[in-house]
T-cell receptor
């Protein structure tokens, strides 16, 4: 069975602070993909990043960075120097070939105030 | 390139009624998935269509049904609506074998009274 846990329901920060979102996943598959999606108030889920299970290299893309650790089954996501436009719900998701569909976590609401 | 579009954006129904939601996939994408997102929760997979055939289904009763047309657009039909069906219904399109990279529409918000 696949499972994604986002323990943080809401994080509030002041603009320019960094925000780290936690994600823990469960799967028995050896090949899988992890995602972060952003959902602004408009409702549309916006794809942010994808990593496959064979690539634990952590990267930075603009103000986004992620920390993938297979040993702890975690895929954390950081927004550096947050901006008001970053206010949204962020979802971590897991895809495995055996399931063939995206399994989402419950989401973390990020509120950035000026 | 045209993104995923859904209609209607909002609608209100009463218990027992039937509803049809529509989705046009992104240009070139032949796979469409539907998700239900209840308030404060993550999206839950309903089913997926590939080449007009259902290609996987989540834990939803048979009163949730769908169609995919030759132009890859899709419909989600829900019969005998229940209060718990109130949710945001998201459509996503993709190419096959893209390992989960989905492109979502803005959703149809259904309220059942």
């Amino acid at each position: 069975a696949q499972k994604v846990t986002q323990a943080q329901t809401e994080i509030s920060v002041v603009e320019k602070e960094d925000v780290t979102l936690d994600c823990v996943y469960e799967t028995r598959d050896t090949t899988y993909y992890l995602f972060w999606y952003k959902q602004p108030p408009s409702g549309e889920l916006v794809f942010l990043i994808r990593r496959n299970s064979f690539d634990e290299q952590n990267e930075i893309s603009g103000r986004y960075s992620w920390n993938f650790q297979k040993s702890t089954s975690s895929f954390n996501f950081t927004i550096t120097a947050s901006q008001v436009v970053d206010s949204a719900v962020y979802f971590c998701a897991l895809f495995t070939d055996s399931w063939g569909k995206l399994q989402f976590g419950a989401g973390t609401q990020v509120v950035v105030t000026p | 390139e045209t993104g995923v579009t859904q209609s209607p954006t909002h609608l209100i129904k009463t218990r027992g009624q039937q509803v049809t939601l529509r989705c046009s996939s992104q240009s070139g994408h032949n796979t469409v998935s539907w998700y239900q997102q209840a308030l404060g929760q993550g999206p839950q997979f309903i089913f997926q269509y590939y080449r007009e055939e259902e290609n996987g289904r989540g834990n939803f009763p048979p009163r949730f049904s769908g169609l995919q047309f030759p132009n890859y657009s899709s419909e989600l039909n829900v019969n005998a609506l229940e209060l718990d069906d109130s949710a945001l219904y998201l459509c996503a399109s993709s190419l096959p074998y893209q390992s989960g990279e989905l492109f979502f529409g803005e959703g149809s918000r259904l309220t059942v009274l």
